[in-house]
């Protein structure tokens, strides 16, 4: 499309302000849960085949963006979609790539405690620092609060590695309560929390209850800078995917205390945001991805690819989401780069 070129990143000035302090777990494990951490694609190719050779390009361009790190095989990832050796081979081509100094998490989370267990400890044999645990949810009814907290300390007392908790009820319809996530932050080997909805009241309670050294990180673009605010440590967003510069950007200005630039560059990312998850899903975030010039390729059935008037909107959504950068965004070769973006 006319208007959104190659994706490239001023990777030394970005890097250079992103705060990235450590979280130690009891297993001496350094993750940095601060900043920005991309929740990947997993690319296929036209007949629904593993693109490794697309994961490993997509992961090289990013390592140079100045991010914290990386979710493997969450939601975002499609990890419903892959079978088992599906699974390490992506675990192991993206940790084949990505920097030890760069935090690898893996997303994990089957029905049961003991499947869960299991693919945990396949996670970690493949390489993984940490895993992302989503909440199990076919049995819904059954899965209140006192389950999650008895599921999770089980989990958290087997894994070799640190566990981040997995709240996302617009997939699962379970939520983690902040008393839930509060009673849970006392297990040495829980450190942290990807909440993805955008309901930001229970997010404050959760950042007030929870222990001082544990994560609170929000999985949603469109409240990124509000959740930054409450008191987030940083975000596992899949719209930094195909707007990486602009997300390092918000994060860097809350940080540095502009809230009114961080506050318009949130305005400015919110609809891409919206489109390339609630709206379009993983079709469109993949759609973003091959507009940008990165392999995003088509999602696996039955979720679908979208339709070229998406396209479309999406290509201008990222064209608008790149214009008027701020006064700290930056020139290469006399091209402005920006929300992951060089302006044409």
């Known amino acids: 499309m006319q208007g959104v070129a190659t994706a490239r990143y001023n990777a030394a000035t970005l890097q250079q302000n992103l705060e990235t302090s450590p979280i130690v777990s009891q297993n001496s494990s350094t993750l ?5 951490l991309l929740p990947f694609t997993t690319p296929f190719q036209d007949n629904e085949e593993l693109d490794l050779t697309g994961l490993r390009a997509n992961i090289r361009r990013w390592n140079a963006a100045g991010v914290s790190g990386y979710v493997v095989l969450g939601s975002t990832g499609e990890r419903v979609n892959l079978d088992e050796r599906e699974y390490i081979a992506v675990i192991e081509a993206a940790r084949e790539e990505i920097p030890r100094d760069l935090t690898f998490i893996v997303g994990a989370g089957q029905q049961s405690r003991r499947g869960t267990i299991s693919e945990i400890k396949r996670a970690v044999d493949s390489g993984a620092d940490a895993v992302l645990v989503i909440t199990p949810h ?17 989990i958290a007392d087997a894994s070799p590695v640190p566990v981040i908790l997995y709240s996302m009820p617009d997939l699962t319809g379970i939520k983690i309560a902040p008393e839930t996530a ?89 609809p891409l945001a919206l489109a390339v998850t609630k709206r379009y899903g993983i079709g469109g975030l993949k759609a973003a991805l091959d507009l940008i010039g990165f392999a995003g390729g088509i999602p696996r059935a039955p979720l679908q690819p979208v339709i070229d008037a998406v396209k479309k909107e999406i290509a201008e959504l990222l064209r608008q989401s790149s214009d008027e950068p701020s006064t700290s965004g930056s020139e290469i070769n006399g091209e402005t780069h920006f929300a992951g973006i060089v302006k044409s």
């Open 32 to 36: 940095s849960l601060r900043g920005l």
């Open 138 to 154: 076919f049995y819904r009814a059954a899965i209140t609060q006192e389950v999650l907290v008895h599921h999770y300390n089980a």
């Open 182 to 270: 509060a009673e849970l932050s006392r297990h040495e080997n829980i450190v942290g929390i990807k909440d993805s909805s955008a309901d930001l009241s229970p997010f404050r309670k959760t950042v007030e209850l929870v222990s001082g050294d544990f994560a609170v990180l929000t999985g949603n673009g469109t409240v990124f800078y509000d959740a930054l605010r409450a008191g987030a440590r940083g975000a596992i967003l899949a719209v930094g995917c195909v707007a990486t510069a602009q997300c390092l950007e918000i994060y860097r200005l809350a940080q540095t205390g502009r809230g009114e630039a961080a506050e318009h560059l949130q305005q400015k990312l919110t």
